[in-house]
């Protein structure tokens, strides 16, 4: 099992940025990738980001490209996502979670393909 706790969030006036972190620990070496959702009042969760945890491959959500990045330290076992040009809209709770294994590359983007999830951090943007 592998355990994730997320840091950083907070609140941010429109055009600002965060920086959010997520922490690994235990059975880290499943990992195979790492991902970003977010889950506003009233709605789905919905896909960020991911990175691949072997390799650099990364892959947005439509609503954050070139707004957000995503990076990763495998030495600290830690993911990040970097938020920039944040909109109102960006207003959710931001989790993070870990495929452990295999996985397909269409797999994902959807919430079912992750093994584990963090507690979640709220990120909210004012106008």
């Known amino acids: 099992q592998v355990q994730l706790v997320e840091s950083g969030g907070g609140l941010v006036q429109a055009g600002g940025s965060l920086r959010l972190s997520c922490a690994a620990s235990?059975?880290?070496?499943?990992?195979?990738?790492m991902g970003w959702f977010r889950q506003a009042p009233g709605k789905e969760r919905e896909f960020v980001a991911a990175?691949?945890?072997?390799?650099?491959?990364?892959y947005y959500g439509d609503s954050v490209k070139g707004r957000f990045t995503i990076s990763k330290d495998n030495a600290k076992n830690t993911v990040y996502l970097q938020m920039n040009s944040l909109k109102p809209e960006d207003t959710a709770v931001y989790y993070c979670?870990?495929?452990?294994?295999?996985?397909?590359?269409?797999?994902?983007?959807?919430?079912?393909?992750?093994?584990?999830w963090g507690q979640g951090t709220q990120v909210t943007v004012t106008s």
């Open positions: 979670a870990a495929i452990l294994g295999p996985y397909y590359s269409s797999s994902f983007y959807r919430t079912s393909a992750y093994d584990s």
């Open positions: 235990g059975r880290t070496f499943s990992m195979t990738v």
């Open positions: 990175i691949r945890w072997s390799g650099t491959t990364t």
